[in-house]
């Protein structure tokens, strides 16, 4: 499918998604959400795609909702964009595929709130983070102000929500918001050799580690214990766990199937 926002290549089981709108900083207006839902609709379809980077072009990963489109929102349109938002970050968290979030500049407001959505975060140092809607007199409205207290506490989240202060890659890290910080040359590769990892193991087990995270998170130990336990047995119900133990015990590389 082509897209007008969207840059979109597929190579070695790797799709490389490019939010494609650097004139607005890659800005989140309607077209760009409804085409980021699309392509990952397309992306969880496509048995040829067996892990995700996104990125954006230019100097942002997202600078956030389009601001300029928001002031002249109808109700209506208000509401479809409000939905359109939250079924793209739960449609990323429950694709089941990894996707990673290479962050190649500003991440703010919804832009951040994507990046929160993706698996995790891989950023170059000249990375910027914010959740800056106080600043419009609003609160972040893609789940900011639940996934990010969630991945780095309640105090750390609401210091970063009432100031709408930016933060550097670094204190991101320090934060817990970014797993690794790279030199802007080296993100995209640095992104790519880690999905190629991944993609070398068995989709099936990637698939049911991250639906048993996905699910378990905000559920009591308990449950989501219960749900691991599920998602273990499933492992067997794939022909990649008799060949990942038989390929350790016969010392040579499994060669998995599921895709
Ligand atoms: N929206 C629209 N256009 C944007 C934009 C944005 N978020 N960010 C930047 N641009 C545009 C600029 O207007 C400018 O366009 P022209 O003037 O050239 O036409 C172009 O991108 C380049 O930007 P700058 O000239 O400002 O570039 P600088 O390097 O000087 O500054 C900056 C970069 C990122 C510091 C600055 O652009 C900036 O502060 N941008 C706004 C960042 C921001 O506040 N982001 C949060 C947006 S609020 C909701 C759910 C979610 C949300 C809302 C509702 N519902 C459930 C209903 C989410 C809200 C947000 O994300």
Aim: charged share 20%; aromatic share 6%.
């Amino acid at each position: 499918m082509a897209y007008n926002t969207l840059l979109l290549e597929i190579a070695n089981s790797i799709a490389l998604l490019k939010v494609n709108r650097p004139q607005a900083l890659n800005a989140l207006n309607q077209e760009v959400l409804l085409e980021l839902l699309a392509a990952f609709q397309e992306l969880e379809k496509d048995v040829n795609v067996r892990a995700i980077i996104l990125t954006g072009e230019g100097k942002a990963f997202v600078a956030g909702a389009d601001i300029k489109e928001m002031l002249g929102l109808t109700p209506q349109e208000g509401r479809r964009f409000s939905k359109f938002g939250h079924t793209l970050m739960e449609t990323i968290e429950n694709i089941g595929k990894p996707v990673i979030a290479a962050v190649n500049g500003f991440a703010l407001g919804g832009g951040m709130e994507l990046a929160l959505a993706c698996d995790f975060i891989f950023a170059s140092d000249d990375a910027k983070f914010g959740q800056p809607e106080i600043n419009l007199g609003l609160i972040p409205g893609f789940g900011g102000t639940q996934r990010l207290a969630r991945l780095i506490g309640k105090s750390h989240a609401k210091e970063l929500i009432y100031t709408g202060q930016m933060i550097g890659a670094q204190e991101a890290k320090e934060l817990g918001i970014i797993n690794k910080v790279f030199p802007a040359e080296d993100l995209l590769a640095a992104a790519k050799k880690t999905a190629s990892t991944i993609v070398s193991k068995g989709a099936w087990a990637v698939r049911l580690a991250k639906s048993a995270v996905e699910a378990g998170f905000d559920l009591d130990l308990k449950t989501a214990c219960q749900i691991e336990s599920d998602s273990f047995g499933l492992c067997f119900s794939h022909s990649d766990q008799k060949e990942g133990i038989t390929a350790f015990i016969e010392k040579r590389k499994p060669a998995f199937t599921s895709t």
